[in-house]
Nanobody, 127 residues
Framework: QVQLVESGGELVQAGGSLRLSCAAS????????VGWFRQAPGKERDVVAT????????YYSDSVKGRFTISRDNAKNTVYLQMNHLKPEDTAVYYC????????????????????WGQGTQVTVSS
């Protein structure tokens, strides 16, 4: 079992930056594909960024490309989402997810491909 705990969400002004963290326990994430998703009020949960466990395959949604960066620190068993140039439309609950992968270069892009989820952290961007 893998437990994921997100942190770092808060209220920030448009144009600002935040770094979300996702700390894992139970298993090492070094062989897990990881991803960040978000869900805005009244909307479905959407993928934001994903990474294979090698880091060689990284995906960003068009809405965050160039502004957000996914990274991982295997020594700390933590995944990060650096968010720059935040916009009000980035307001959402952000979730991290992980799933074991035998393929170091494989990244997962949909919710049903991820087995483990965190509880979410709220990001609010004011205009």
């Amino acid at each position: 079992q893998v437990q994921l705990v997100e942190s770092g969400g808060e209220l920030v002004q448009a144009g600002g930056s935040l770094r979300l963290s996702c700390a894992a326990s139970g298993r090492t994430l070094s062989t897990y594909a990881v991803g960040w998703f978000r869900q805005a009020p009244g909307k479905e949960r959407d993928v934001v960024a994903t990474s294979s466990w090698s880091g060689g395959s990284i995906y960003y949604s068009d809405s965050v490309k160039g502004r957000f960066t996914i990274s991982r620190d295997n020594a700390k068993n933590t995944v990060y989402l650096q968010m720059n140039h935040l916009k009000p439309e980035d307001t959402a609950v952000y979730y991290c997810a992980a799933s074991f992968s035998l393929n170091s270069g494989r990244s997962y892009y949909t919710e049903n491909q991820y087995r483990y989820w965190g509880q979410g952290t709220q990001v609010t961007v004011s205009s």
